[in-house]
């Protein structure tokens, strides 16, 4: 058995100890509240709307792209 051995069976008891741990319920009710007040509702439905259009814009120019460049190179 080396030094390596040793530490990892420590870690592996630290990590097995701490992987019960949970955090204390008043600070969770904290982040919770603190989520729920910076909740902008129809932000993120917004965006997805926005990146919708301009999704569907920059297919169609390259789809117009594709098409004129290529009947312009068509083979005799």
């Known amino acids: 058995m080396n ?3 040793s530490e ?7 990590y097995s100890k ?3 741990e ?3 319920s008043h600070l969770d ?7 729920k007040a910076r909740y902008q509702p129809g ?3 917004a965006s997805f709307k926005w990146q919708r259009i301009l999704s569907v814009a920059a297919v169609m120019v ?3 792209y594709v098409f004129f460049d290529v009947n312009d190179n068509r083979m005799p």
């Open 3 to 5: 030094k390596h051995d």
């Open 8 to 14: 990892d069976e420590l870690l592996d008891q630290l």
């Open 18 to 20: 701490s992987a019960k």
């Open 22 to 24: 949970q955090p204390p």
């Open 29 to 35: 009710k904290k982040i919770l509240a603190e989520a």
């Open 43 to 45: 932000t993120l439905a």
């Open 62 to 64: 390259l789809s117009i």
